[in-house]
């Protein structure tokens, strides 16, 4: 099955951009991801798919500040013009067969 | 407006049973795959169990196999996940999900404790 690992933590200053990064495991380098928003205190809520392409698809009421891409088996959420709500758990989620994995989710803070 | 909306939760003894239920609207029910995923406190997600549209398939993360059973009634647009034999790592809240592919759609979840 798929393995996704993310770091652990980012950071970035309020106004400022940053990049998470979900990598796949090998043999899994081209498979769609989703990017999960999970800010404290309440549920996940769906920000988007990336295919291997680097095309997105960004879910209902997402704001423009949220995009994706691609490289080989890495898949990026930037968020630009940073807000202190996006102060968050971000988790990566992809799928093989019959089984859907989650990474360990990136913490983010907003300085 | 997509709606999931999980009950059942609560306090259950080690190795007891709960069931819980996620109650869909806004959207074609029958025509959608849908999962649980868990969150055990202070940690990330945790993929448990998923089910086709049509309920004929089932699939589950191999710690649960044997003891969970998810099942759905696409008359009624609800889901339902039967937990047997319960231990204290199953402590979460439980999440029901809507997939199209990804997971699109979460509900509220449901807090499940197991101790004595």
């Known amino acids: 099955q798929p393995v996704v690992t993310q770091s652990s933590s980012a950071s970035a200053s309020l106004g400022s951009s940053v990049k998470v990064t979900c990598t796949l495991s090998s043999g899994h380098s081209s498979n769609i991801i989703a990017w999960h928003q999970q800010q404290p205190g309440k549920a996940p809520r769906y920000l988007m798919k990336v295919e291997g392409s680097g095309s997105y698809n960004k879910g209902s009421g997402v704001p423009d500040r949220f995009s994706g891409s691609s490289s080989g088996a890495d898949r990026y959420l930037t968020i630009s013009n940073l807000q202190s709500e996006d102060e968050a758990d971000y988790y990566c989620?992809?799928?093989?067969?019959?089984?859907?994995?989650f990474g360990g989710g990136t913490r983010l803070t907003v300085l | 407006e997509v709606q999931l909306l999980e009950s059942g939760g609560g306090l259950v003894q080690p190795g007891g049973s709960l069931r819980l239920s996620c109650a869909a609207s806004?959207?074609?029910?029958?025509?959608?795959?849908m999962s649980w995923v868990r969150q055990a406190p202070g940690t990330g997600l945790e993929w448990v169990s998923a089910?086709?549209?049509?309920?004929?398939?089932?699939y589950y993360t191999d710690s649960v196999k044997g003891r969970f059973t998810l099942s759905r009634d696409n008359s009624k647009n609800t889901l339902f996940l039967q937990m047997n034999s319960l231990r204290a790592e199953d402590t979460a809240i439980y999440y029901c999900a809507k997939m199209e592919g990804v997971t699109d759609y979460w509900g509220q979840g449901t807090l499940v404790t197991v101790s004595s």
């Open positions: 989620e992809t799928w093989d067969r019959n089984t859907r994995v």
């Open positions: 806004g959207f074609t029910f029958s025509s959608y795959a």
């Open positions: 089910i086709g549209s049509y309920g004929v398939n089932t």
